[in-house]
């Protein structure tokens, strides 16, 4: 009996809607990092994605992040006046330890190459596969391969 490839996915837990744990949805409707006590808590996916803990991605951190906003460039020339404001915010830390090395986190960097480093998520293995009780599952008749059909035909 096979087993189908999305019978497989939904197996066990269903995965989390947000990808980061410490996303939330305020009641106002903003979408907030309860991480960050610096700077405006209000991100967006794209200051998520370049969040430098997503880069760490380990147990033992512990830290505090700080959304930095980049001031608008005013720019005269020529005559002409134009608001430069292209730059997307940047999150950073703002303090962080780890708690394995009990010392504090500098950069995400020499976080990263830790050897002590433990993943926040375990990837989850296959489970092996367990014997199946015939009495709840019934009788399974199985088809005749194609092969003995050509030949009695």
């Known amino acids: 009996m096979r087993e189908l490839s999305l019978a497989k996915h939904f197996r066990g837990p269903l ?5 980061c744990e410490h996303r939330t949805v ?3 409707g903003r979408i907030i990092c309860n991480k ?10 794209s200051v998520c994605r370049t969040c430098p803990v997503k880069a760490i991605h380990c ?4 830290f505090t992040l700080r959304q930095i906003t980049p001031a608008p460039l005013l720019v005269r020339y020529n005559g002409r006046t134009e608001v430069w404001d292209d730059d997307p915010p940047e999150v950073r830390l703002e303090q962080a330890a780890c708690t394995a090395k009990v010392m504090p986190v500098e950069d995400a960097r020499t976080c990263a190459q830790c050897a002590l480093r ?3 998520h375990q990837p989850v293995d296959a489970p092996a596969s367990r014997p199946q009780q015939a009495d709840a599952l019934g009788k399974v008749v199985p088809f005749p ?3 003995a059909v050509a030949a009695a035909g």
């Open 118 to 120: 433990q993943p926040l």
């Open 36 to 45: 960050i006590v610096e700077g405006e808590n209000e991100v967006s996916p």
């Open 26 to 28: 305020s009641k106002s």
């Open 59 to 62: 147990k033992n951190l512990r």
């Open 15 to 19: 995965p989390s809607a947000s990808p």
């Open 145 to 147: 391969s194609r092969d």
